[in-house]
């Protein structure tokens, strides 16, 4: 005994050991306090903000603060019940930092437009003040949305001259033909016109326009602008509408794209000219351009004019893109420097905010010169807390420490368990069915071995076994080069789990080695081989319940090793099927014992009822039974049984015996139905080897019958893919996922309750952008 007792405790069998303690601080303290709090990572925090101080003080506080609790106690509870975020203590600073990490976000987002960079690396400067940083933050707003402004200004104005100069260039082609129209239709139209003095009211627009001076006789008009191409259609469907089909459309692409100043991205547009006749169809036609977002551009009728224009325009151009490139020269500047130290700022808000937060959930005792909180932490980081606490102090030139006191608590208290890189995804696996409560077995110990040789023996193929060793080989290698990326959902999964990967990979080769398969190829490497069986004994409820398992199960194991011994042909599906279908018929060799089912049924069902009926009887005449008051046989009972009898309440023997029935009832069929669950090990194993054989042979040996290079390389490259994407991808997650049902539903259920809540102390390391 005393050789176990000094053996190293299993950490992650039972949960730390916890305890609840009260902070008295200082308001001086607290600020720094709560930041070393933070980068210990050990107390988690209670929400006591609303919480009547007369029940948070010590005992021992002075006889004269207690008076004043009793006469402000009422006053108190109606300042703090039920307090809304906005009415915290610390709410402005909350909002402030918030109102920091917006900006920071908006510098983000603006780098990212810019195609800048943030710095993984800042150069270590002198730590700023978040006061200092506040107007600095705001300087660099205001100095970035002036920055925006101007060159939105410049952009758009320079994407208006842009526009300008491609309406002018192509208006050259739509006022003056450039004789793609026959000779025999020019000639007629002159003929129209030398014999027909009335021909400017009757023309149509299409000629008028191709007769040079006619516009201007006849009356026809054009408007000339840039439209998004997007829009292109359903423009002119309107002005067709609109003027009852008395226009011209005539559109051409643009030679550039103009970029957004607000999206900055690149549009596609058209330039179109319209020619009509009347001055209500130009009032229309501008409604028109205007309701579709089109900017339309004056274009003289003379060519002269438009070339003088063309250059005019061309000169401003070349100057608004020497500005504009020098106002992005000067913002890009502006945003390395903020770059170079946003990754720093970004974390120093978060810190200041998660600071706040977790002081908005103390409270200020009557004097106001304390703050007041509770939390939970393990036993073990009671003595760096109080260092913590002590450094606290002294940095802040306190004259008054601070009061680290244990409290007791009837409250459950939080779970946790102290995992390493190796252990942790094992945990994540059982978090994920349910937190185990308080000092809780913890099934993850199991799960370590459990999970991948269930895996494995799904997944048995050696072959297979290395592809997934080397996979989880290169996770592990490059593992402080990707712990320290954002990964995508698929590669953080495969990331985080490297460690379940490694394990399942090597169960897979042992397993392989066992069935003797490399990609579906047999190989005879070992010889015969046996397997050893242990039982172990226990009491109260759990004999009865073994003497069933034992007689059912356990006679199915020891036949399968008869069977390898005497070469017995019994059927273990029908030993399993008929015990319960067919308790008394002579099934031959699939038959242990007359009877077997009912026989071991009843163990579990009597004693129970009668063991309970006798402890009644012996408690209300006055004689003790110990220890079996406390058993675990009375754990799975309702508040009103036997266990909860209310004063002297008579035992309900019939009430009891029924229950004992639904539970008899509920294990005989759980157990059932969960052990032949497990045939799914052997299913899929099954159709892992047959889909294994499958592409071996229907897909490479085919292949190499022929005698054709071609052929083999297709049907290389095919056996190939479907090794990498079907049997190790799509196998492996349904081998995963089954081993996870068999965990979850099959072995955790019987024991393990999972109803706890998992221990989430305050630090600095678990801050996330969404903490911002």
Not at 39 to 49: A, Y
Not at 254 to 272: G, Q
Not at 455 to 473: E, Q
Not at 598 to 619: C, D, G, Q, S, Y
Request: glycine share 6%.
């Amino acid at each position: 005994m005393e050789y176990i007792d000094r053996l190293p405790s299993m950490d992650l069998m039972r949960s730390e050991k916890m305890m609840l303690a009260q902070l008295i601080i200082p308001v001086e303290s607290a600020h720094r306090a709560v930041s070393y709090l933070g980068q210990l990572g050990l107390l988690q925090f209670r929400d006591v903000s609303s919480d009547p101080l007369f029940y948070q003080l010590p005992l021992w506080f002075s006889v004269y603060t207690c008076y004043m609790l009793v006469k402000l106690v009422a006053w108190e509870r109606l300042l703090n019940d039920d307090k809304s975020p906005f009415q915290r203590t610390f709410v402005n600073q909350v909002k402030r930092c918030a109102e920091m990490s917006r900006k920071l976000r908006f510098f983000k987002d603006q780098i990212h437009k810019a195609g800048l960079g943030l710095s993984p690396h800042p150069a270590s400067e002198t730590d700023i003040e978040l006061e200092d940083l506040e107007v600095g933050l705001a300087e660099h707003e205001h100095e970035l949305l002036e920055m925006n402004h101007n060159s939105e200004k410049l952009q758009k104005a320079y994407n208006e001259l842009l526009e300008f100069k491609m309406v002018l260039q192509k208006a050259g082609d739509f006022l003056m033909p450039d004789g793609n129209h026959s000779a025999d239709h020019e000639t007629e139209l002159d003929e129209n016109v030398h014999t027909n003095n009335d021909y400017a009211d009757s023309a149509s627009l299409l000629e008028q326009e191709m007769q040079p001076g006619l516009s201007d006789q006849s009356g026809v008009k054009f408007v000339s602008g840039v439209i998004c191409k997007s829009k292109a259609l359903r423009f002119e469907r309107m002005l067709f509408r609109t003027t009852r089909g008395n226009m011209l459309f005539n559109q051409a692409p643009a030679d550039d794209p103009i970029v957004d100043p607000a999206s900055n991205e690149m549009v596609e547009n058209i330039v179109f000219m319209v020619f009509f006749s009347g001055e209500q169809a130009r009032k229309k036609i501008h409604k028109i351009c205007e309701a579709f977002g089109a900017n339309c551009y004056p274009v003289p009728e003379d060519s002269i004019k438009r070339r003088q224009i063309t250059r005019d325009v061309l000169s401003r151009l070349s100057e608004l893109e020497t500005t504009l490139e020098a106002g992005l020269r000067h913002r890009d500047a502006a945003l390395n420097s903020i770059a170079f130290q946003l990754t720093k700022w970004m974390n120093m808000v978060r810190r200041e905010k998660a600071i706040y937060d977790t002081l908005n959930m103390l409270n200020f005792d009557v004097t106001k010169k304390c703050l007041v909180g509770e939390g939970w932490c393990p036993i073990f980081a009671k003595t760096m807390i109080q260092d913590a606490l002590q450094r606290a102090t002294f940095d802040s030139s306190s004259q008054v420490g601070i009061i680290f006191h244990v409290m007791d608590s009837i409250e459950s208290p939080p779970t946790f368990f102290r995992t390493n890189h190796f252990t942790n995804a094992y945990q994540e696996i059982v978090d994920a069915y349910g937190v185990a409560k308080y000092q809780e077995a913890n099934p993850a110990v199991y799960t370590v071995i459990t999970f991948p040789f269930l895996f494995a023996v799904m997944f048995g193929d050696w072959g297979h076994g290395i592809c997934l060793l080397l996979g989880a080989l290169v996770l592990i290698a490059r593992e402080k080069r990707l712990g320290s990326q954002k990964l995508s959902s698929f590669m953080e999964m495969l990331f985080g789990g490297r460690y379940v990967l490694l394990l399942m990979s090597l169960f897979s080769i042992y397993c392989g080695f066992i069935y003797n398969e490399f990609f579906s190829v047999p190989f005879h490497i070992f010889g015969s081989s046996a397997y050893k069986c242990r039982d172990a004994t226990c009491r109260y409820q759990f004999v009865p319940q073994m003497i069933f398992l034992n007689s059912l199960f356990g006679y199915l194991s020891l036949l399968i090793i008869i069977k390898w011994c005497t070469g017995s042909q019994a059927d273990l599906y029908h030993v399993m099927i008929y015990m319960f279908l067919s308790p008394f018929e002579d099934l031959g060799e699939n038959k242990l014992f007359w009877g077997q089912a009912v026989i071991a049924v009843p163990w579990m069902l009597f004693p129970k009822p009668f063991i309970l009926k006798r402890l009644h009887t012996e408690r209300f005449q006055g004689r003790a039974y110990g220890i079996l008051g406390t058993s675990d046989m009375y754990s799975d009972e309702e508040p009103d049984s036997a266990r909860h009898p209310h004063g002297e309440e008579e035992f309900n023997f019939s009430e009891v015996f029924v229950h004992q029935m639904i539970h008899s009832i509920e294990f005989v069929l759980g157990a059932v139905s969960n052990t032949a669950s497990y045939l799914r090990l052997w299913a899929l194993s099954l159709a892992h080897s047959e889909l294994s054989t499958v592409f071996y042979e229907k897909v490479l040996l085919l292949a190499w019958g022929y005698n054709n290079f071609m052929i083999r390389l297709v049907g290389l490259a095919v056996f190939a893919f479907a090794t990498a994407f079907i049997l190790l991808m799509m196998e492996t997650l349904s081998a995963f996922l089954h081993a996870l049902r068999l965990h979850w539903v099959e072995f955790q259920n019987k024991f393990y309750s999972g109803d706890g809540y998992k221990f989430k102390p305050f630090s600095f390391a678990s801050l996330t952008d969404e903490d911002e």
